[in-house]
């Protein structure tokens, strides 16, 4: 079926879902539909007996629809192979007692395998599948337990005004971490964050036109800035310049670097493609002191952005040094001094300290070979930051935190606290405009050179900075975030440009050192905000951008009526699905080669919207012989180490012991998580248990699983019903190759 008639089935499902005038409840979606009859469940599906679920000729008329939308998302033309992906899941032969939840469970694989559990192997049901090693791995703890992973230390208090993905600076009088037995969501009541707010219909779009340009029509690259180093077809995205990662243009450690981490054959992503071609400077062109880049790039989730924008500035840099060293060698280092502070050439933000901690470990990684000092801030978090701190102070090139703890770093632990207790001091004055001054709304020129200059602590300089990246863009310019971000920016602007210019009259930015921006989603008030702000932002994006990646398989699982209750023992017998599919797999393949079953036991990531339903799974799942790890809000995360992802995290932190089969093998957490963390290959599942906030949310959720090329599976339990079958179109249509681009009912999703 043509992307069209794909859009026709998801328009007339929704259509006639939600009436007239209907508005989906989901949150997910906005729509106006207009059909009027959505064909009636047909009962019995699912019912006793073995093989139960019914063949496909019985599928009632309910499933038509979403039959012809399984087919649009198996590419396969063998037939076999998308009849097995389209047919209603069986039980396995097993046997025991029917399950009807189990049965009904659809697999809308785009790849068109056969899905394991059709391989008939002598395995206990799902409902009694021990999986890897039952007993002996390490467990979520209880709150009221203060050992070990899970143990609540209060840190929810702490960050009570901070958004999830940020919990410093501390404020030690905020309320005790009994506040996160009570079940709040990830900021104590309020929206995690507010791209939550943000629909599929005000995805962005490049003004001007609606097309992407990646679409074969021959677009106009709309609002898309043409850079002049790239050319038309590099430019239009329609082809990619690089296909190996080659010296010239990177300097041999780097491609050595990446030889190491990725193979002798190792090959750019599209976005590294675009990102080596159209950022990276080679010998020559350094670019010190000359006119100051700003570029987006924008890719899905696990294509390799990080490595993307870390080459250009890791190179940007070495060339820097070399040109320096070359025309100066008696430059004097600033590590002279006692306690010299860092001066960075580059800063990476990142919205998560995990996630600051995974992009060092890759920064340090990349400059195994030319020798960069990289610095994570996220790891002098187990110690207060004084001045003394001999983690931190020595000279760095590449500086990677929080925006939150970059401003700690430069002002001095308990800065924001100062700035609160300086706001009510002049609010009782009446001094508003102040206010907003010191909160970073409008921060003026004045308070520029207080904060880039006079303000700090001295453990940061930031004249240095030449580089600065903002990963998860969308996040940290969002309204939750984009105060203290943009507070660093005209700190680290302010440091840099003595004296001060009189403030633009626009709300452009130009700012006196490289930006790079990097986001796998794209709302429009990010779009917009960069339109205003940053007008002369060159996008840069990889025509996977807003999808599903190609190696996701989605699945739905329909939740019975019945309350919680029903809704764990789902989500408990789907998770022993999983592994005994893995089991029968091991049998199968053990059984052509005749050696003895060895499972590779996948692990997965459970996802829920709140804290309180992190405990309560958490808790279902451990009395149930799971083991599992739970991970909502601050509650279970380690300071100044990646050591609660132990096992889940991809393993690039040679100081992380590696994991063994005893580990926990589901993790479950909230949004907190989602955010450019690199799961391990062996996280082949993620679970989407709670109804995501939106789109955004969902892809980022999604996209923890099936990366870098590797093949996942997003499972998302939903009722049947309205919401659920919206997540599963959802899920469906982004999950849909041949929808590049285009609108289906009012979604806008034709982004780039
Ligand atoms: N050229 C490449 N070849 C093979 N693997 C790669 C390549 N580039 C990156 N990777 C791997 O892909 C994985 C995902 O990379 P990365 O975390 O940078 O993705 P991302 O696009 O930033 O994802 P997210 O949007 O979730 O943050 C990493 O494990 C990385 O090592």
Not at 7 to 36: D, M, Q, W
Not at 328 to 341: A, G, I, L, V
Not at 490 to 512: G, L, N, Q, V
Not at 548 to 557: A, G, K, N, Q, S
Request: glycine share 10%; with cysteine.
């Amino acid at each position: 079926m043509s992307a069209p008639s794909l859009r026709h089935a998801f328009e007339t499902s929704v259509k006639a879902l939600y009436g007239p005038n209907g508005r989906i409840p989901c949150r997910l979606l906005h729509t106006t539909p207009s059909l009027n009859a959505y064909p009636t469940k047909k009962k019995g599906r699912g019912g006793a007996g073995a093989g139960a679920g019914p063949p496909k000729s019985e599928a009632g008329p309910s499933y038509t629809a979403r039959t012809q939308l399984s087919k649009e998302f198996t590419p396969s033309s063998s037939s076999s192979s998308s009849s097995s992906s389209r047919r209603p899941r069986r039980r396995s032969s097993g046997g025991g007692g029917e399950d009807p939840t189990a049965a009904r469970i659809r697999d809308f694989s785009r790849e068109g395998a056969p899905h394991p559990s059709s391989l008939s192997s002598p395995t206990p049901p799902s409902e009694n599948f021990d999986g890897p090693e039952k007993g002996t791995f390490r467990r979520w703890r209880s709150p009221g337990n203060k050992s070990g992973i899970g143990s609540g230390q209060g840190l929810l208090g702490r960050a009570h005004r901070r958004n999830i993905f940020d919990r410093s600076p501390a404020r030690t009088s905020s309320a005790p971490g009994g506040k996160y037995a009570s079940g709040r969501n990830d900021t104590g009541g309020k929206p995690a964050y507010r791209t939550g707010t943000t629909p599929i219909s005000s995805f962005a779009r490049a003004p001007s036109t609606s097309t992407s340009p990646y679409t074969k029509n021959e677009p106009e690259f709309g609002a898309w800035k043409t850079n002049p180093n790239l050319d038309d077809d590099v430019q239009r995205g329609r082809i990619l310049p690089e296909t190996q990662f080659t010296s010239p243009p990177l300097l041999p450690g780097f491609v050595d670097a990446l030889k190491g981490m990725f193979g002798e054959k190792a090959r750019p992503t599209a976005v590294q493609a675009l990102s080596v071609q159209g950022i990276v400077r080679q010998e020559g062109e350094e670019g010190g002191g000359g006119e100051k880049t700003q570029h987006l790039l924008a890719a899905e989730t696990g294509s390799g952005k990080s490595i993307a924008y870390l080459l250009p500035v890791l190179q940007s840099l070495k060339l820097a040094e070399r040109s320096r060293s070359e025309s100066d060698s008696s430059q004097p280092s600033s590590s002279t001094r006692k306690n010299p502070p860092m001066a960075p050439r580059a800063i990476i933000l990142a919205p998560t300290h995990e996630l600051a901690r995974q992009l060092a470990q890759f920064a340090k990684t990349l400059s195994h070979h030319e020798k960069l000092r990289v610095q994570c801030l996220s790891r002098a978090n187990v110690r207060n930051s004084d001045a003394s701190d001999g983690d931190v102070a020595h000279d760095v090139d590449v500086l990677v935190g929080t925006p939150m703890k970059v401003l700690e770093t430069l002002k001095g632990r308990g800065w924001w606290d100062r700035e609160i207790d300086q706001e009510h001091d002049e609010e009782e004055g009446g001094d508003r405009r102040r206010r907003r001054e010191r909160k970073g709304v409008n921060v003026d020129v004045e308070a520029q050179a207080e904060l880039g200059t006079g303000g700090g602590e001295g453990r940061l300089s930031l004249e240095r900075v030449e580089w600065v990246v903002i990963d998860e863009a969308d996040v940290l310019l969002d309204p939750d975030f984009i105060k203290t971000t943009n507070l660093l920016l005209s700190s680290i602007d302010a440091s840099r440009r003595p004296p001060f210019p009189s403030p633009s009259p626009s709300e452009a930015k130009d700012h006196t050192f490289n930006l790079i921006l990097s986001t796998a989603t794209i709302p429009t008030s990010l779009s917009t905000y960069l339109s205003t702000t940053y007008p002369s932002l060159t996008r840069l994006a990889s025509p996977g951008v807003h999808r599903l990646p190609t190696t996701l398989r989605t699945e739905f699982v329909p939740l019975p009526d019945g309350g919680l209750g029903a809704k764990n023992r789902t989500i408990e017998r789907r998770i022993r699905q999983v592994w005994e599919n893995d089991y029968k797999l091991a049998v199968d393949r053990a059984r052509k080669a005749n050696l003895r079953p060895v499972p590779q036991w996948s692990k997965i990531i459970v996802f829920a919207n709140k804290n309180g339903r992190v405990e309560s799974l958490a808790a279902y799942l451990e009395e149930k012989g799971v083991g599992c790890v739970g991970m909502g809000g601050e509650r279970g995360r380690v300071w100044g180490s990646n050591r609660h992802l132990k096992g889940f995290l991809r393993e690039l932190d040679p100081s992380l012991s590696p994991a063994s089969s005893t580990d926990p093998h589901v993790l479950i957490t909230t949004s907190l998580l989602s955010r450019g963390l690199d799961f391990a290959p062996s996280v082949r599942y993620v679970f989407i248990t709670d109804e995501p906030r939106n789109t955004v949310d969902f892809l980022h959720r999604a996209g923890r699983s099936g990366r870098a090329g590797l093949e996942g599976t997003v499972v998302v339990f939903a009722k049947e019903g309205k919401g659920g079958e919206v997540m599963f179109l959802l899920c469906s249509v982004l999950a849909s190759d041949e929808l590049a681009t285009g609108s289906i009912g009012s979604f806008e999703l034709s982004v780039l």
